[in-house]
């Protein structure tokens, strides 16, 4: 049986045009899941990122901060109600240039396969909408009575990339092969370095610079313009 194809894909940024993560955490503060105060832990980097004088990775950290905060305790149907809702609102907010990538490998008969650090109760809401195949995201432990613990499981797997795409190869049966991969972000390096094609679309400074010493690809999308650079 021949080998399919692999094209890899980031989510947030790439696909998304924002951080699941971030919206999670808004809507679940809006359902009363988290305390409307734990905007407070994210709230100043935010305005800085907004006013340009703080760093984007930095606001995502005090996200992510202020998600495992208040993860503890909350009922696993609370997130998944929180998700669908997210999504079902929010769903259709891709970029062009990606989500038209995805429909052109899936009837070319490539796997599709997401990988991304927001949470996957939230990437299983968001991805087979668009056609992936597999996704991997970050998990979290759930103890009785389905409530979570705040304990992240496997983070030392879910946060390479690469280690990701190598198990998911061997699990699948995949090849490497004409293999394509899009990020935006430097922790997608790992990964891109691994497929036969590394795209990057919308990247940050650390990308763009690694991305232009390597030669790869670079693609912007700004309003309804899409140019490679």
Known sequence: MAQKKVAVFDVDGTIFRS???IQLVDTLIAHGAFPEDAKTVYEKQHAKWLDRE??????????????RTHLKGVHYGEMADAAEAMVSVQGKRTYRYTRDLLKDLKARGYYLLAVSHSPKTVLDKFCPKLG?????????????Q?????????????????????RAVE????TLRHSIGVGDTESDIPFLEMVSKPICFNPNEKLYTYAKRMKWAVIIERKDVIYAL
């Open 19 to 21: 951080s699941l993560l």
């Open 54 to 67: 703080g760093d984007y990775e930095e606001y995502i950290e005090a996200v992510l901060k202020a998600f």
């Open 132 to 144: 992936f195949d597999k996704v991997y995201g970050t998990m979290y432990e759930i103890g009785p």
């Open 146 to 166: 389905d409530l979570f613990t705040g304990k992240m499981l496997d983070e030392e797997q879910i946060l390479n990339k690469a280690n990701i795409l190598k």
């Open 171 to 174: 699990k699948e049966g995949l």
